[in-house]
């Protein structure tokens, strides 16, 4: 009773898991553990093939972890946005042709984690950490807000985003640090 007490005076709520039960599309409950879509508020925890369908969204969650091998497919004119994190620990991302995904959180694509963006927009507001797996540029990689850092572990490349642009956020002062290789890519701030 005290420990409720105390979290409602503190005014922070903790954010619900909503896990992925089946393969399926994002808007159906039938895809998520009880029957529930996940609410912006809540945290999507994804070992399936979980797809935006065209027309569906905008979608919004708190933050976003991969299990597992689950993939989320963001289809042409949709919009996902995550508050917090992205983390593509063991999963994939893959941005269609005019999806966007904005993460105003950090990134992290872990061992057996990929994204890849076909055309699409993929926006960090945080850090993009790519030390061990596979991060795939074809499209726009947008970073907003404060600086940031791309770290790439050793034998990594950022590279091979054919005809792709990486744009800094608006204001005087954005830094891009590259820890790792840039392979001979064009990029404006």
Known sequence: MVCGLALLASGQAMAVTITSANNGDWNLGATWTGSTVPPGSADASIGHIISTPPGTGPFTINSVLFTASGMLNITSGNTLTVTTTLDAAN?????????????NGNVTVGTGGTINTTNGTLNIGGALDNTVGTFTPVGTLGLTDADHTITLAAGKTFGAMNASSLTGGTGAGKTITFIGAFDNQQFSI
């Open 91 to 103: 999963g994939s991302v893959s941005l269609n042709s005019g999806g966007t995904l904005t993460v």
